[in-house]
């Protein structure tokens, strides 16, 4: 079968696009920037749903197409954007594929509707209305929560799991989480028995579960037992700062959909396919590990503690410790203006870096800056100030630690693909 596969770099996206070409599909894969792909076997092709939803022109649709999948997605806050990629765009998309009589398969989210209080299944549910009002021949699968490796979801509930008092949303709201290889698996079923009329498709595991017991299962397969669970203070704020800083794990959002139960009758895919999904733990082989998994939980706690000594060094140098500063500048043999504009610069410099490791986009630099700066620092003291280096408290030979850990930051940084995943 030739099918062209929209949203092949995102998590759902990547696994379909494996199992197409091992099932001896014909794939045209799309995203935003393709000319760095290398798949052997797909042809890429650049599409924007973005601009899609300004120029219907804009994507130049394949030749002899006998599926589309839209794999696309958008985990953002900005409900703009989420209307113009979920919703505009991809129904210029569908426009596209039904004026050339292509059979659609809509990969959306359980809960979504146009009349949903949540931007993200608002703007999902909206696009499959309009799929389903075309005439063409269409399924729209709803999945529950994907878990799975790669999935940003996933990634946070597996850094999570490694802690001995674990943080939630919710404790109480129950949903019904599936495999990534099950929904690959509900897709390529799908392919071989499809449906006579187009439907919507609730694609959920077979068993209810608190998001706590999700990541007992997480736990489980690292090896660690059961953990313990907390309902998460001061939510309002979270989600307030979380919007205010892009924070894809914690913002309104989130939280609205963590409240709320999210289940489905499990059999409805079987009856349509002949396909159910697996047990989650019985999918979870090979991953979670408990190395990455502890990677993932100890880098925010590291990033945060940097923040904190950054932010921390700004405030002292401008308030109890200023002459402190001062005099530390006249064992250098700096006085007068000289000195305080040492200070205070010093200060505002520790200060922007403490504000630029909280953003993201500008974490990478900051990291560099930081590395450079701490290396700048160390050199001076030891040939202005050595007597600093037989410190008891070893203030200098601390820049040694931190400056590792800054280095450990810097390669553990997801790069603009992984974030865009």
Not at 58 to 72: H, K, Y
Request: aromatic residues 8%; neutral net charge.
């Amino acid at each position: 079968m030739n099918i062209l596969l929209v949203g092949a770099t995102g998590f759902v996206g990547r696994h379909l696009l494996l199992a197409l070409q091992q099932a001896g599909h014909r794939v045209v894969a799309t995203c935003r920037e393709p000319r760095g792909q290398d798949w052997p076997g797909v042809e890429w092709r650049s599409l924007d749903l973005n601009r899609l939803a300004v120029d219907p022109q804009a994507f130049d649709f394949p030749q002899a197409v006998d599926l589309l999948i839209n794999a696309a997605g958008l985990l953002s806050v900005d409900a703009a954007e989420l209307s113009r990629v979920q919703d505009q765009g991809t129904c210029a998309l569908f426009d596209l594929a039904a004026q050339r009589g292509v059979r659609v398969l809509q990969v959306s989210a359980l809960g979504a509707s146009a009349q949903a209080d949540v931007p993200f299944l608002a703007s999902k549910g909206a696009a499959d209305d309009y799929l389903l009002s075309l005439g063409v021949s269409a399924v729209v699968l709803r999945p529950s929560l994907v878990v799975g490796e790669g999935g940003a979801s996933s990634t946070w509930l597996a850094g999570l799991s490694p802690w001995p008092l674990i943080p939630l949303l919710d404790l109480k709201a129950q949903l019904q989480p599936v495999h990534i290889d099950d929904l690959v698996g509900a897709v390529l079923a799908l392919l071989r028995t499809w449906p006579v009329e187009s439907m919507v498709v609730p694609v959920v595991g077979p068993e209810p579960m608190r998001l706590s017991q999700v990541i007992d299962h997480l736990r489980t397969a690292q090896g660690w037992a059961p953990g313990r669970y907390i309902q998460a203070p001061l939510l309002s704020l979270s989600g307030w700062v979380g919007e205010r800083l892009g924070w894809r794990a914690l913002n309104k959002q989130s939280i609205a959909l963590a409240q709320r139960d999210n289940l489905a009758d499990p059999d409805v895919l079987a009856s349509v396919c002949g396909y159910s999904a697996a047990p989650l733990a019985s999918r979870l082989q090979g991953w979670p590990t408990a190395a990455v998994s502890s990677q993932r939980s100890i880098r925010p706690l590291m990033l945060a503690v940097l923040v904190l000594i950054w932010l921390g060094t700004a405030a002292v140098c401008l308030g109890p410790g200023f002459e402190w500063g001062l005099r530390i500048m006249a064992q250098a043999g700096v006085h007068g203006a000289w000195a305080t504009l040492a200070v205070i610069g010093g200060a505002l410099c520790d200060g922007l870096l403490g504000i630029g490791l909280l953003v993201r986009r500008w974490r990478r630099q900051t990291l560099i800056l930081q590395l450079l700066l701490m290396a700048g620092y160390t050199v001076v003291i030891s040939f202005v100030l050595p007597h600093y280096w037989f410190d008891p408290y070893a203030a200098v030979a601390k820049n040694l630690v931190l400056m590792v850990a800054t280095l450990w930051l810097l390669w553990t940084e997801p790069t603009g693909n992984e974030l865009r995943r």
